[in-house]
């Protein structure tokens, strides 16, 4: 059996125009079994161990960084996000297999999934000239685990996390219960 290769795919949907699909590397365009196209980009080194974290489930916030990109293409995202807001629009990293030649081999694996939320362009000049980097974050479900201040879940902050993980499931009250077990003895069986 031949070693088959894998691309790392995103979507990402925004509000008022068309889907821009990218893939991690640098070459031509490439075309997904459905015939969507993907740009090429390059994502820095840390971007691929969040995304890596985020597959394995640990990362709640995943933090992108795009190199490489023209200048023009870079302004031309901040000033879509200066205009139509990216906040909140859905980001999906999925895992292509591909077969001996390079082309899709079945359905992309969804990997990640989470919504934008903050979009900033930085420019850098060199002797080479202006480089630009897109940087991403986005969160997942996960974000309403941590508190800011790094302090536990208060009981409000419980019960928006519960109502959104599970929004059919009755209203949490777990907050209310365990300050009335600090007056409960526990008596243990005498045999």
């Known amino acids: 059996m031949a070693i088959k290769s894998l691309r790392i795919l995103c979507d990402v949907e925004l509000p008022a125009t068309d889907p821009i699909r990218i893939w991690d590397g640098s070459g031509g365009s490439f075309i997904d079994i459905d015939g969507n ?16 974290a985020a597959i394995n489930g640990e990362a709640f916030t995943l933090a992108l960084s795009l190199i490489s990109i023209s200048q023009s293409a870079a302004d031309s995202i901040w000033d879509y996000d200066e205009t139509t807001s990216v906040q909140g629009s859905p980001f999906v ?48 479900r996960f974000t309403l685990r941590t508190v800011t201040n790094g302090a536990v879940l208060s009981d409000v902050d419980q019960r928006a996390r519960s109502a959104i993980l599970n929004p059919a499931a009755a ?17 243990w069986p005498n045999w």
């Open 171 to 187: 209203d949490d009250e777990f907050c209310k219960r365990v300050p009335l077990m600090r007056d409960k003895t526990v008596s």
């Open 37 to 52: 196209i993907y740009r090429p980009a390059q994502f820095t080194e840390d971007a691929l161990q969040s995304i890596e």
């Open 93 to 140: 990293v999925k895992l292509q297999i591909l077969d001996d030649e390079e082309q899709p081999d079945g359905d992309p694996i969804i990997v990640f999934t989470g919504e934008i939320d903050n979009l900033d362009v930085v420019d850098e000049s060199s002797s080479e000239g202006i480089k630009s980097m897109v940087n991403i974050e986005v969160t997942n």
